[in-house]
T-cell receptor, first 111, second 113 residues
Framework: DQQVKQNSPSLSVQEGRISILNCDYT??????FLWYKKYPAEGPTFLIS?????DKNEDGRFTVFLNKSAKHLSLLIVPSQPGDSAVYFC??????????FGAGTRLTVKP | DSGVTQTPKHLITATGQRVTLRCSPR?????VYWYQQSLDQGLQFLIQ???????AKGNILERFSAQQFPDLHSELNLSSLELGDSALYFC????????????FGPGTRLTVL
């Protein structure tokens, strides 16, 4: 039962370029979405979130876009830096306090 | 350093056994969350406690239980352990809601042999 999917297990980009990480969901009851970053041997770290009443949220180099009709969200990192190399998880929450995570995308930013 | 502590860091045990994982939330946070990350699955939300009361339940097995104590620390109890329970178990804390920014601990790696 994969209600949140990250179809790209890995992504490699050049330093200074745009990283685009994608996430799809199937349950239209999800109304809040989050992105977490995880380095090896550490717990996940919150990056950015978006409510379903918005279609865009920005925080510094990180922007999340939400397309409700397509049940799709994207995380953009501009510009990408080598320190951004990590696994990125998207997560979705519904109004029943059910939280689901995608399987993660491993981002590698090459100098 | 997220301010969330988890003990122990590593745990090795045998099938059928019972273990307890411990978590201390960030100062001021009332909510504690437990997550499981296994090799073949991503992060799975298990359960949330808020100020001592269970508030949200995810994919937590009946063999697993949790509680949050008056000092707000939390314990996750795993019993009748199976090989498939081998995973990283993360605890996180936040001020209140699931949507609030959660701060994760470093995790407890459980190996069931």
């Amino acid at each position: 039962d994969q209600q949140v999917k990250q179809n790209s297990p890995s992504l490699s980009v050049q330093e200074g370029r745009i990283s685009i990480l994608n996430c799809d969901y199937t349950n239209s009851m999800f109304d809040y979405f989050l992105w977490y970053k995880k380095y090896p041997a550490e717990g996940p770290t919150f990056l950015i979130s978006i409510s379903s009443i918005k279609d865009k949220n920005e925080d510094g180099r990180f922007t999340v876009f939400l397309n409700k009709s397509a049940k799709h969200l994207s995380l953009l990192i501009v510009p990408s830096q080598p320190g951004d190399s990590a696994v990125y998880f998207c997560a979705a929450i519904n109004n029943n306090n059910d939280m689901r995570f995608g399987a993660g995308t491993r981002l590698t930013v090459k100098p | 350093d997220s301010g969330v502590t988890q003990t122990p860091k590593h745990l090795i045990t045998a099938t059928g056994q019972r273990v307890t994982l411990r978590c201390s939330p960030r100062s001021g946070d009332l909510s504690v969350y437990w997550y499981q990350q296994s090799l073949d699955q991503g992060l799975q939300f298990l359960i949330q406690y808020y100020n001592g009361e269970e508030r949200a339940k995810g994919n937590i097995l009946e063999r697993f239980s949790a509680q949050q104590f008056p000092d707000l620390h939390s314990e996750l109890n795993l019993s009748s352990l199976e090989l498939g329970d081998s995973a990283l178990y993360f605890c996180a804390s936040s001020r209140d809601r699931l949507e609030d920014e959660q701060f994760f601990g470093p995790g407890t790696r459980l190996t069931v042999l």
